[in-house]
């Protein structure tokens, strides 16, 4: 068992005796919410960091690592979260390596509780065809609210920028359903100022981004882009979907 599963497990194990209550954290996002809202992305990370310390973790979908990047110039050693749904490109699982071996972080790779060949038995072969809201609720949804049992706040790369379903996502704020503080630190980045800091900072970015695959989820899910058209419209193309659930 490595060091990461180690502590993930014992966090879970005492979320109820270290954790804050709902109520708690509601408050906190009540008096700090507005007044984070214009605040920089590093000093947004360092106040969750500073008020939630080891119960404050970080997700990647490994689009890129920006987000990795500005958090572990903040907090060295911080938890990084990434999904492995077991439906990624090879490129993906290949930032993840990357993100492990060249930033300070501790990245923290979690699987469904299934695999994709024993939800193949059970629910038939291609489940991302035939319903593919269930397939993300299985294999994203579900495995990540599992994950943050042991944190009472976790930041994402979510941005206002990407799809009009976005437009009001707040700094901070409180979800509901994984009944946490949800903080974005750059939700209200522009996508230049997302291209400025990965210029500027070397940051490493998923090579599938520069084969007009702007948004990446999983392979059966996400097509390419043509130039000029919503960055987000090859997910899930074709369907009357545009999110996977987490954020939702």
């Keep these: 068992m490595t060091a990461a599963t180690t502590r993930a497990?014992?966090?879970?194990?005492?979320?109820?005796?270290?954790?804050?209550?709902?109520?708690?954290?509601?408050?906190?996002?009540?008096?700090?919410?507005?007044?984070?809202?214009?605040?920089?992305?590093?000093?947004?990370?360092?106040?969750a960091a500073a008020t939630f310390g080891e119960r404050f973790c970080i997700t990647s979908s490994m689009g890129d690592a920006v987000l990795a990047h500005l958090a572990s110039k903040v907090?060295?050693?911080?938890?990084?979260?990434?999904?492995?749904?077991?439906?990624h490109f090879a490129e993906t699982?290949?930032?993840?390596?990357?993100?492990?071996?060249?930033?300070?972080?501790?990245?923290?790779?979690?699987?469904?509780?299934?695999?994709?060949?024993?939800?193949?038995a059970e629910y038939g072969a291609e489940l991302y065809k035939r319903d593919p809201d269930l397939c993300c609720k299985l294999r994203k949804v579900d495995p990540l609210a599992t994950s943050l049992d042991g944190y009472d706040a976790w930041a994402t790369g979510l941005r206002r920028a990407e799809t009009h379903n976005r437009v009001t996502a707040p700094v901070v704020g409180w979800d509901a359903k994984?009944?946490?503080?949800?903080?974005?630190?750059?939700?209200?980045?522009?996508?230049?100022?997302v291209e400025t800091y990965i210029a500027e900072n070397?940051?490493?970015?998923?090579?599938?981004v520069y084969d007009d695959y702007?948004?990446?989820?999983c392979w059966p899910c996400t097509a390419r882009v043509k130039p000029g058209d919503d960055p987000r419209s090859g997910r899930w193309a074709g369907q009357n979907?545009?999110?996977?659930?987490?954020?939702?």
């Excluded at 879970?12 to 605040?39: C, D, K, N, T, Y």
């Excluded at 699982?93 to 979690?110: E, M």
């Excluded at 702007?214 to 989820?217: A, E, H, L, N, R």
């Design 178 to 193: 994984k009944k946490k503080v949800k903080v974005s630190p750059i939700a209200r980045w522009t996508d230049e100022q």
């Design 75 to 87: 907090v060295p050693g911080i938890d990084v979260v990434f999904l492995d749904t077991g439906y």
């Design 93 to 120: 699982i290949g930032t993840a390596d990357a993100v492990k071996h060249t930033l300070p972080v501790n990245l923290i790779t979690i699987t469904p509780r299934q695999t994709v060949a024993e939800q193949d």
């Design 202 to 208: 070397g940051v490493l970015v998923n090579p599938l």
């Design 214 to 217: 702007p948004s990446i989820g």
């Design 9 to 47: 497990a014992r966090l879970s194990r005492g979320s109820q005796i270290e954790g804050r209550s709902q109520e708690e954290l509601r408050e906190i996002v009540s008096h700090v919410g507005a007044e984070l809202e214009l605040a920089p992305a590093e000093h947004i990370i360092e106040w």
């Design 241 to 248: 979907k545009t999110e996977c659930g987490i954020h939702t």
